[in-house]
């Protein structure tokens, strides 16, 4: 896993879970890491800070996705990001059948959006992190929230200068023509 040390000045935002890391405040990087990467972030000390995605081609450099050095980016990561912002919703939803269910980093999930119409969910995963990790967050989304179906609207500008193609169409399941 490629290291990533931000500048000093850029430490104590992470530490009080700002979820970004912009180009310009990054000091170094170690080892080889793509577009997507997930990077271990350290601060100018050397200390463990937390770990990212990485995306060199924007402005955006780094999209912290933990702080704990005992979690693991895996399956297991999104399903329990995945529970975790489903139990912040639970009960707060009344008279609706349409609700936000991701909200990116909010919910520590940077770039992906879920929304719930019905029982049809539409997904936008927005950076390269998460488009490899796009797999395993449909399954993840299955097994969370047992939609129909998944439709996605990848289809935003913002994934285009992430420097990703826009994508839209049926991902899981089936989606009716109209949800009431």
Known sequence: MAVVTVKPDREKKLRNRY?????DEILSVEG???????????????EFTGRAFLNHDSHI???????????????AFFEERLRAAARRREGRVRDTNAVRLVHGEADELPGLIV???AD???VQIRNPGLEQWREVLVRALKKVFTPDGIYERSDTQARVEEGLEPRAGLVAGSVPEQID
Request: glycine content about 4%; aromatic content about 8%; cysteine-free.
């Open 61 to 75: 450099a780094l999209r912290m996705l933990t702080l704990d050095a005992r979690e693991k980016i895996d399956r």
């Open 32 to 46: 080889e890491a793509n577009a997507g990467d997930v990077v271990e972030v350290r601060d100018a000390r050397g």
């Open 115 to 117: 929304d719930r119409f």
């Open 19 to 23: 979820p970004w890391v912009f180009a």
């Open 120 to 122: 049809t969910l539409v």
